[in-house]
């Protein structure tokens, strides 16, 4: 790992391998070394820690995560890194890197593999390509893994938002679906100049420890998710006006979602940034009640 913690020596290794950063891929390859193990040390790894790594890269954060935990699956979209990976993680058999999309992948089904035994508990670390961030959060978070932390560097603005408070400027949808299934830290910010190429932002390591349940009881994790994304889609106008334009019951006129609204034991007046985990799921329950023919009255 050593050899990598330079732009030079990035660039050599590269270069022998006769490869560019593609920049589509987000491919900004972290090289300082006192970042690298801050970020180790943020996973509290063990031996006994299997560890699933996204986007290796060069695989500076492999080797040192490998050096610390039992086994390591990295996975790697990047078909032309595999020999680059092949190279600076040859000292390490506990790593077994594989070609694919994390967007796609089953990270149950990898792990069980490199592991030759029933699906357990694992860890997953990553420095997260910036176009791929949202999308890649929700699919670890909503998609039944056995994952119970991660670790993961991410631009500032969107770890702020992972963990931002009701009422603040950062607050949104991506805040309550976060909070939702995990407890969201922001452990420290990461300029953009430990990068090779260097990014056009900062980042900000984010610790996530995943929920045992959910935060709140909601019978339509669908429907809840709908409200929040229509409550936060027109950020200035208040809740009964934002649901109604974002048509998110198609028909239903702004009078009929301030009766709802009312309903659920919230004022209609307010915005939803406002709005806490267990308003939301109130609201949720009262869509849910009136799409079943149920009455005002037994909303509250």
Not at 43 to 71: K, S
Not at 183 to 193: A, K
Not at 222 to 236: C, E, I, M, P, S
Not at 251 to 267: H, K
């Amino acid at each position: 790992m050593g050899e990598l913690i330079s732009p030079a020596r990035l660039r050599a290794v590269l270069g022998k391998h006769h490869l560019s950063l593609r920049k589509k891929l987000g491919q900004n390859f972290l090289v300082d070394g006192n970042i690298v193990r801050k970020i180790v040390a943020a996973g509290n790894l063990t031996p006994e820690d299997v560890v699933v790594e996204i986007g290796p890269g060069a695989g500076m954060l492999t080797a040192a995560v490998a050096a610390a935990a039992g086994r390591v699956v990295a996975v790697e979209l990047d078909r032309a890194l595999l020999p680059v990976l092949a190279e600076t993680l040859a000292g390490y058999d506990n790593v077994l890197v594989v070609q694919g999309d994390a967007l796609e992948v089953d990270f149950d089904r990898l792990v069980e593999e490199a592991v030759g035994a029933p699906v357990r508990e694992y860890k997953v670390m990553a420095n997260l390509p910036y176009y791929i961030t949202t999308p890649l959060i929700m699919r670890l978070l909503r998609g039944g893994f056995h994952i119970t932390e991660m670790v993961l560097m991410v631009q500032l603005e969107v770890a702020a938002r992972m963990a931002a408070r009701p009422g603040t400027g950062d607050y949104g949808a991506l805040s309550v679906a976060v909070q939702y299934y995990g407890r969201p830290e922001v452990l420290f910010r990461v300029p953009r100049t430990v990068f090779f190429p260097a990014p056009g932002v900062d980042s900000a390591v984010v610790r996530l420890i995943r929920r045992g349940k959910p935060a709140v009881t909601v019978e339509d994790e669908d429907l809840f998710f709908t409200l929040v994304r229509g409550a936060f889609g027109q950020r200035r106008k208040t809740l009964a006006n934002a649901l109604a334009g974002a048509k998110v019951m198609p028909g239903w006129t702004r009078a009929a979602w301030e009766e709802l609204i009312r309903a659920a034991g919230i004022d209609p007046r307010c915005r939803g940034e406002t709005l806490g985990m267990q308003e939301f799921a109130s609201l949720a329950r009262a869509v849910s009640i009136r799409k079943n023919g149920g009455q005002p009255d037994l909303f509250t």
